[in-house]
């Protein structure tokens, strides 16, 4: 255990998942390169925690166990005992094992379509269920405070997420919003556009674009508010100071639906169009 961590610092451990995830998220980016492994894939897998042992947490994460007990203890726990109990009784709450409950379907097999989309629809429902509690109500109501007051709201985001931008666009422009949908087509570049007085809402998951990033990066720089739907508390965002609205896609496979992320964007487009309407600022 390091000095610095917190059980040797003498810091309680925290008495809450949320609060646990608080402190992931603020210590992520300090911890050495094997915890910050572990932690970013407890980050993106906290259900696991409470149903899998310490060697099995490691082996997912391509890490051995005693750099799982250390990163415990960093996060102020005495090992890893502790912090299973504190994820049992308080996590398993929020987020039914819904790897049993894939399992049911796959036991029947996806060598149909109809099979497939029974799966596509389970992890759909997962994901949607488990949004309530990934979400911070603080950070959407902020979220929804900084993007009705922004002069033009930039949307950035690639590759799997650029479905969300796309809609976020679509949205906000029959809403009459000043908004730009930063798509990259034909390599155009507009970062320039954005000013002091506009808002990002930058949509990425792991592996993180870096385009997303550097974007968000210069629009910090230049003062603007970033808005972050992403996956994990440990996203590159974080330490961009932006408002983190996180979401957890289950999985077919290797292919990952989007039900959840489109349901935040669609929640977070409308709060913000009824605020301007009610504010008058269209």
């Known amino acids: 255990m390091s000095d610095n961590s917190a059980?040797?610092?003498?810091?309680?451990?925290?008495?809450?998942v949320d609060?646990?995830?608080d402190r992931l998220g603020a210590r992520a980016d300090s911890l050495p390169k094997r915890l910050k492994q572990f932690a970013d894939y407890i980050a993106a897998n906290p259900d696991r925690v409470a149903v899998?042992?310490?060697?099995?947490?490691?082996?997912?994460?391509?890490?051995?166990?005693?750099a799982a007990m250390r990163f415990c203890q960093e996060m102020g726990f005495s090992g890893f005992s502790q912090m299973q109990k504190?994820?049992?009784?308080?996590?398993s709450q929020k987020w039914p094992d819904y790897p049993t409950r894939l399992a049911r379907i796959r036991e029947h097999g996806?060598?149909?379509?109809?099979?497939?989309?029974?799966e596509f629809v389970e992890v759909g429902r997962a994901s949607l269920e488990s949004l309530m509690a990934t979400v911070d109500p603080a950070a959407m109501q902020q979220a929804v405070d900084v993007l009705t007051r922004a002069e033009t709201i930039h949307i950035v985001g690639f590759r799997r997420a650029f479905p969300v931008t796309s809609y976020l666009a679509y949205a906000f422009e029959k809403m009459e919003i000043p908004a730009v949908l930063h798509s990259g087509v034909a390599n155009i570049q507009m970062d320039h556009l954005i000013r002091p007085n506009d808002a990002v809402i930058a949509v990425t998951f792991s592996p993180y674009s870096q385009l997303t990033l550097d974007l968000v990066s210069k629009a910090r720089a230049n003062g603007a508010d970033i808005v972050a739907i992403t996956d994990v508390v440990t996203s590159p965002l974080a330490k961009l100071k932006a408002i983190q609205l996180l979401v957890s896609e289950l999985?077919?496979?290797?292919?990952?639906?989007l039900s959840a992320s489109l349901s935040l964007a669609i929640a977070l487009a409308v709060s913000v169009g009824t605020r301007r309407k009610s504010d008058s600022i269209f």
């Open 251 to 257: 999985d077919v496979g290797a292919f990952r639906a």
């Open 52 to 66: 899998s042992t310490v060697a099995e947490l490691a082996a997912a994460a391509e890490v051995q166990p005693s």
């Open 86 to 91: 504190l994820f049992r009784t308080d996590y």
């Open 110 to 118: 996806a060598e149909s379509p109809a099979a497939l989309l029974a």
């Open 7 to 16: 059980a040797a610092s003498g810091e309680a451990a925290p008495a809450t």
């Open 19 to 21: 609060a646990f995830l």
